[in-house]
């Protein structure tokens, strides 16, 4: 009914809208009605008006529909044209224009939460480095961990010898940026002996031998404890002594002979003491006759409380493998022309008898 309704509605498109109302309303509504008023019987003009009533209903809401969305009119009679973009041949696409592969939206949205990573072993952080907090020598120091260190088989001049300042300056110029240890397993009074590695990979003791700021004189007697260690020093001692670097110039030109005899063959630790001479007694006056003075005790044996004290100085020093004079802290009297220790210059010969003299 709407369909031929609006079809018959259509031929009067084009007249202005208050004609196109006023021949509907003569056409479809009054006359019928007044010829059935008129004319027919009561339920004749009533089922004609009911009739018309559902008739032009339609028609009205079509024209309504019409007239309210011009929108529809223009989609029948003119499609809407397609876009351009729509009808355009394909274009092979370019490497900035080319798709990017779907990624699971979820992995965007809601990452997987990371898993708690483990720490490293100390075996993967690798060695601490330590830093020197105490010097005492150019071989003994006090590092950052509170420990006292004696690096193994090299020796450094005493204080006040010749080539201190400078074998102390090296060693300290050389630890500055750090180190680590390796314990050899031996101690010496109290000290740790250990192979000092630097920052930058090199060998502590055989850099400081190289440069010939360290003689050999515990080389052979410790060898045992680190041997590739030792193999590298013996060689750079050996390049350094005969090179003439540094202190084998200014200070051991003469006496690098001494001090590898005084390493090859250690002097035995159970000698018999030197004993001092003593001084003599001022005369005595004549004893009474009945009264005779009795003599003094010999003084040829070392006293109980000395025991265990090295026989060739006046003060007890322990036995043991070596003692600087950093670790004595005051002055030494050679007993004989014995220097065991070295502390009477850079020799293990006598020199002028007193040792440590710069305390």
Do not use: K
């Amino acid at each position: 009914m709407v369909q031929v309704a609006r079809a018959v509605w259509e031929g009067f498109g084009r007249l202005p809208l208050p004609v196109r109302l006023i021949a509907w309303l003569l056409g479809f509504w009054i006359l019928p009605v007044a010829w059935l008023a008129a004319r027919g019987s009561r339920v004749a003009r009533y089922g004609a008006l009911a009739f018309l009533v559902l008739v032009t209903a339609p028609v009205a809401l079509a024209i309504a529909t019409d007239e309210t969305e011009p929108a529809r009119e223009v989609v029948v009679e003119a499609p809407t044209p397609t876009a351009p973009t729509e009808i355009q041949p394909a274009q092979t696409p370019s490497a900035a224009d080319s798709p990017v592969p779907d990624t699971p939206e979820t992995d965007e949205a809601d990452p997987a939460p990371l898993e708690p990573t483990e720490e490293p072993t100390e075996e993967e952080r690798g060695p601490t480095l330590l830093h020197i907090q105490r010097p005492i020598d150019g071989d003994s120091f006090v590092a950052s961990d509170g420990v006292e260190y004696r690096v193994s088989m090299i020796n450094t001049p005493e204080t006040a010898e010749c080539g201190s300042a400078e074998s102390d300056q090296a060693g300290y110029a050389l630890l500055e940026q750090g180190f680590t240890v390796q314990p050899t397993g031996g101690t010496t009074f109290g000290r740790m002996v250990v192979v000092v590695t630097l920052a930058d990979g090199r060998g502590y003791g055989v850099t400081m031998a190289q440069q010939g700021m360290v003689d050999d004189r515990y080389l052979e007697e410790y060898r045992h404890e680190a041997p590739e260690e030792a193999d590298q020093l013996e060689a750079a001692f050996a390049t350094a002594r005969q090179s003439g670097a540094g202190l084998w110039t200014t200070c051991w030109s003469d006496t690098s002979d001494q001090i590898a005899v005084a390493t090859a063959t250690p002097e035995p630790a159970d000698r018999t003491p030197t004993v001092a001479p003593q001084p003599l007694l001022p005369p005595q006056p004549a004893p009474a006759p009945l009264e005779p003075l009795t003599p003094p005790e010999p003084q040829d044996q070392v006293p109980a409380a000395e025991e265990g004290c090295h026989p060739a100085y006046e003060e007890c020093l322990p036995i043991g493998p070596d003692l600087d004079c950093a670790d004595i802290g005051h002055r030494v009297h050679l007993t004989g022309q014995d220097d065991p220790y070295r502390l009477d210059g850079n020799s293990t010969t006598r020199q002028n008898g007193i040792g440590c003299e710069s305390y």
